[in-house]
């Protein structure tokens, strides 16, 4: 596990104005139907009920997102709580069966939220198999099938037809991961599918567009066909003179493609064809001993955040230039809620405690 999870960096609460009044924008992005905010302000949002340390974060319908689990102190968290944009208020919303972290949260099609496996702290068995389907309007919490063996560290994401791809991570209980696997929502099944090794288990990264999948590994980004159900290396997988990736990070763009961004400070940015186009956006060796932990990466209108526990930067996808966040904004884990706005989550706290409750929101 990576030396650096529980490192933090004294944050102050913060609002900085990044342009001027706000605009919505209606984009073609992977859902058809997403906003964006073209030019607004990161303000301070409601803190959570509790502090979490990386939770899961995910925009659900109705302009709310849920945080799930992560770890809360010194210890692992099972609770779930509920964001509404249109109150600024969080509410507690149910648990998990297990306490965990580095489990995957997919939003299906249908609005429910697919948690699945992650890391319950126990000495043996760590990556678990388990799978849970939440209700956002109700709260409740189900099982479902599980996978087929325990992970944890992994990433998931929807697919075009409705399954969730489910790449990478790491296990404690089999010798080696499933290459990779499908999740039908219908049937609530799963099944593996062939993958490359790198895909397979490790440390991964994946987005969702509209043409399938991107899943990045330390080897470079791979473009998923749902159709044929194949991985195919894209041109130019790598930055030039690095001969891998590190812990990367991913999020689908406005337009289809993917923003990638790992440790080392790397960055690239494909179009929706699988053209990359890498630049430095921090240089590791100069001011970050030991290696940063990305906690979050999400689209804007044009324009890609990413945040780690020691700096937040704001790069455009057109031009490449980086423009960095003040540090006092804290921000933490990043998720696009449903009218445009960004939500930033579970940042450093100030204190020293493992995790935040703040919150902040760029409208």
């Not at 607004?40 to 979490?52: E, F, H, I, K, L």
């Not at 302009?63 to 944009?85: F, K, M, N, P, V």
């Amino acid at each position: 596990m990576r030396k650096a999870i529980l490192r933090l960096v004294s944050t102050a609460t913060f609002a900085l104005t990044i342009g001027g009044c706000s605009a919505t924008v209606e984009i073609e992005s992977a859902d058809h139907a997403a906003l964006c905010v073209a030019s607004g302000t990161w303000a301070t949002a409601a803190p959570m009920r509790a502090p979490r340390w990386l939770p899961e974060l995910v925009a659900v319908k109705e302009r709310g997102a849920l945080a799930i689990g992560g770890r809360s102190g010194e210890e692992l968290t099972a609770t779930i709580e509920r964001y509404d944009a249109a109150t600024d208020a969080w509410t507690e919303f149910g648990s998990l069966a297990e306490p965990r972290q580095f489990h995957s949260a997919t939003l299906l099609e249908d609005g429910r939220v697919l948690v699945a496996g992650g890391f319950t702290g126990a000495p043996t068995g760590s990556g678990i198999a388990r799978a849970e389907l939440i209700d956002p309007e109700t709260g409740a919490v189900v099982d479902t099938t599980p996978m087929p063996g325990g992970r944890y560290m992994h990433e998931a994401a929807r697919l075009p037809s409705g399954a969730v791809l489910v790449t990478g991570g790491f296990t404690a209980d089999a010798p080696e991961l499933p290459p990779a696997l499908l999740f039908d929502p219908a049937s609530e099944s799963w099944r593996s599918i062939e993958a490359p090794e790198s895909v397979a288990g490790g440390y991964v990264a994946i987005a969702s567009s509209r043409f399938g999948a991107w899943v990045v590994a330390y080897d470079g980004v791979y473009a998923f066909d749902e159709v044929s159900e194949k991985f195919s290396r894209i041109e130019h997988p790598l930055p030039d003179g690095a001969t891998s990736l590190q812990a990367p990070r991913a999020t689908g763009t406005d337009g289809g493609g993917v923003a990638v961004v790992d440790v080392a400070g790397f960055l690239g940015i494909a179009d929706a064809q699988g053209d990359i186009a890498w630049r430095r956006v921090w240089d590791l060796e100069d001011s970050m001993t030991p290696a940063p932990v990305i906690l979050g990466v999400a689209p804007l209108c044009g324009s890609v955040v990413v945040s780690t526990d020691v700096r937040a930067l704001e790069v455009d996808l057109e031009s490449g230039d980086v423009t960095e966040l003040q540090t006092s904004l804290g921000l933490g884990v990043l998720a696009r809620l449903a009218d445009g706005a960004l939500l930033s989550v579970g940042g450093d706290d100030p204190s020293g405690a493992p995790g935040s409750a703040a919150a902040r929101v760029f409208r």
